[in-house]
């Protein structure tokens, strides 16, 4: 799709004037980073050494739900970007950026019309309704052999079962499609007025050859997808916003995209851990551990992780759970707990697993590690003398066991690694943390940066352009430290196995 093509698919926002004032001494900004996550949508300045100087955040509803973020209206979320820049260039009115850096959520699936315009909605890693097509394709074809190629399973997150299920669900909006992309393609379409696909996007989409950087035409041929309807990847973009955002930000005219990195990267990135030598441990609204390397990733990966691609140079390998703090918010809210700051002082005051709770905390369902299409969240060994607050205990530990999975799986990739954590969940629950750490039997670090993906992203930006050196070079400012009670792990080790057990009963296995 050409840039002239698009020149008339606009978004329905209208500039105002009012929004942009510069100055004549330009503000010392060198990258503006967008991070577009699961909960939002930030706009960030950093300078050369990448600081972050000036930030702006809109929030839209999806942050109540994680529910309803599994179908989304891609155009909200593009007006929800242009309204965190409009912002950012009201806080900053003097800068101008030379280059502008993307971190976007991974996975994502849009269809598109030869016009730009939307035909299907957004459906994003939150969706599981194509869950029926990832058996379907795990009974067709050898998993294992496509893991090896792709780095990914057959999963609904991932767009082979989202293809799939579209096509059976509704033809009419498929025969209407011209390409598929992304989320951050899509952004990329309307602002730049191309759909630059990075390696790093691609590279989680389960249709993405992690040795080839580029489309893995044998799965693409294998599920009859037109090559045709695939964005092109690119190796590193350098393009420029379109006339009537140029228009609408001055101050950005000149600055060029250079870097668009998925999120679960760009946290590993920005908050320092960018070798093997470190795990990245982040919970959010989900949950994720990723270790990052150079060169190529490895041919025997445990089929419980995924493996994308940071760059062309780089592979990230790790674990994702569909449930972190957005499970914490939606037990607090449906249990009706009201105070809770007063929710950490009661908690602490619990026994590590004295509860008599076992709970697969599958709520949004399952992915690492055993990438289960139809799990459901379960509560297993309630009574009447059950409280709130065990139950929210529980939970907090069902999580940390799910961790605890991934982090023996990565073993391989990763052996006695520092574990640093990311993420407002952790930051804001030093309870949560000693758990974390307790059921590891690891020392946990509390570290980097509180908004990490975008930083992450900034620091891309900048090692590519030459600002600054390898970003292997970073280094981890560690904010606080917990180690862990090997006692309680033994404890929680009793935990892990009761849980396990729970799995196999209830899923089959």
């Not at 394709?137 to 496509?146: H, K, N, Q, V, Y």
């Not at 997150?157 to 299920?165: C, V």
């Not at 950490?344 to 709970?359: C, M, N, P, V, Y």
């Not at 574990?419 to 980097?448: E, F, M, P, Y």
């Amino acid at each position: 799709m050409s840039v002239s093509a698009l020149d008339e698919v606009g978004l329905g926002i209208q500039p105002d004037s009012d929004l942009v004032s510069l100055m004549d001494q330009p503000f010392p900004a060198v990258v503006l980073s967008i991070d577009v996550g699961t909960s939002g949508v930030r706009s960030v300045l950093f300078d050369q050494h990448g600081s972050e100087l000036e930030s702006a955040r809109y929030i839209s509803q999806r942050e109540s739900s994680l529910g309803d973020f599994a179908e989304v209206d891609a155009n909200e979320i593009v007006t929800d970007v242009v309204k965190t820049i409009d912002e950012l260039m009201l806080r900053a009115p003097d800068s101008r950026p030379e280059y502008l850096a993307i971190s976007a959520f991974w996975h994502s699936l849009i269809g598109v019309d030869a016009e730009g315009n939307a035909t299907t909605p957004l459906l994003t890693w939150a969706d599981t309704r194509a869950a029926k097509f990832a058996r379907k394709l795990r009974a067709e074809f050898d998993e294992s052999e496509w893991h090896s190629r792709t780095g990914c399973r057959f999963h609904p997150s991932y767009w082979p079962a989202k293809l799939l299920w579209l096509r059976s669900e509704f033809p009419e909006r498929v025969a209407q499609t011209n390409f598929w992309m992304g989320f951050a393609e899509f952004l990329c379409l309307k602002l730049f007025g191309t759909p630059a696909a990075s390696i790093s996007m691609a590279s989680a989409t389960g249709l993405f050859n992690q040795r080839n950087n580029d489309w893995d035409w044998q799965s693409v041929e294998a599920l009859n997808i037109s090559p045709a309807t695939l964005p092109e990847i690119v190796v590193r973009p350098s393009i420029r916003l379109r006339n009537e955002f140029r228009e609408r930000w001055p101050a950005l005219s000149n600055s060029l995209l250079t870097t668009i990195i998925g999120d679960g990267a760009a946290n590993n990135i920005g908050g320092g851990s960018t070798t093997n030598n470190r795990i990245a441990l982040m919970v959010g609204t989900s949950g994720a551990m990723r270790t990052i390397f150079a060169g190529q990733p490895s041919s025997s990966i445990s089929m419980g992780l995924w493996s994308y691609r940071v760059d062309q140079d780089r592979v990230v390998v790790g674990g994702a759970l569909s449930d972190g703090g957005g499970l914490y918010r939606w037990l607090t809210r449906s249990l009706l707990v009201d105070e809770l700051t007063s929710i950490e002082s009661q908690l602490s005051k619990l026994e590590a697993d004295a509860h008599g709770l076992t709970i697969l905390p599958f709520w949004s369902g399952e992915r690492s590690t055993g990438w289960y299409p139809d799990a459901r969240g379960a509560i297993f060994g309630l009574t009447q003398r059950t409280t709130t607050i065990e139950i929210i205990r529980a939970a907090l530990e069902a999580i940390a066991y799910r961790f605890a999975l991934i982090s023996r799986a990565l073993e391989s990739v990763a052996p006695g690694a520092t574990i640093v954590a990311t993420g407002n969940a952790l930051r804001g629950s030093r309870l949560w943390a000693q758990i974390l750490a307790d059921a590891l039997g690891r020392k946990l670090v509390i570290g980097g940066s509180a908004e990490a993906s975008a930083r992450g992203a900034a620091l891309l930006a900048l090692e590519a352009v030459g600002k600054i050196g390898s970003i292997e070079d970073l280094s981890v400012v560690e904010e606080q430290v917990f180690e862990p009670d090997m006692s309680l792990h033994q404890r929680y080790a009793l935990g892990l196995a009761r849980q396990e057990e729970l799995y196999s009963r209830v899923m089959g296995e």
